[in-house]
């Protein structure tokens, strides 16, 4: 059980366009979902915390235009990329939160390599 | 900022034990302990949590100090497949609050090498 699935699992762009990553939770109801960036040979790096029907709320020093964040459903979040230049290129990871599992809750998504060229 | 420090890399061989130290000297009384891995190119993977007790699962055990100031996973036989960054964690904030969901914030994990 608690499953997460992340979509898709790499993903290459030319620069200035936009690119959606979702991420579902198949058997759990996520009601909160949290999002990573992962540069190389470094660790993770909070971006987002988003609970289902309202505002993601962002770390600080992550842009709330350029990353955006819906979480319309208690089984669903995607990050949009937008405008997507060279240095957003990373390793995206989600997490989805529910109710207390064999893992008390916390479920990673196995991410999304983003290239933009 | 995480509130964990842990050792930068360390070696053992396949079968052998290994024990991954972590310290978290500004722990609350509420903070559980949390330890996720992270095999290359794949998100984290949930490998144990604790509280005050000792824990074991079929994947480690948790050993932590009486005093709760620094905690060890062990891994009975390692494998190959253990090869994998480990990160101690704990939650922020340490308790639910109103102002929503607790955090895991990451550290720089300790990168496990295992030879054959």
Known sequence: GAVVSQHPSRVICKSGTSVK???RSLDFQATTM????QFPKQSL??????NEGSKATYEQGVEKDKFLINHASLTLSTLTVTSAHPEDSSFYICSAKG???ANYGYTFGSGTRLTVV | DA????PNSMESNEEEPVHLPCN???ISGTDYIHWYRQLPSQGPEYVIHGLTSNVNNRMASLAIAEDRKSSTLILHRATLR???VYYCILR??????IQGAQKLVFGQGTRLTINP
């Open chain 2, 92 to 97: 922020d904030p340490p308790a639910i609050t």
């Open chain 2, 82 to 84: 253990d090869a994998a």
């Open chain 1, 45 to 50: 790096m909070l971006m987002a915390t988003s």
């Open chain 1, 99 to 101: 109710d207390r599992r």
């Open chain 2, 24 to 26: 978290h000297s500004t």
């Open chain 1, 21 to 23: 990553i979702e991420c």
């Open chain 1, 34 to 37: 949290f999002w990573y960036r």
């Open chain 2, 3 to 6: 509130k964990t420090t842990q």
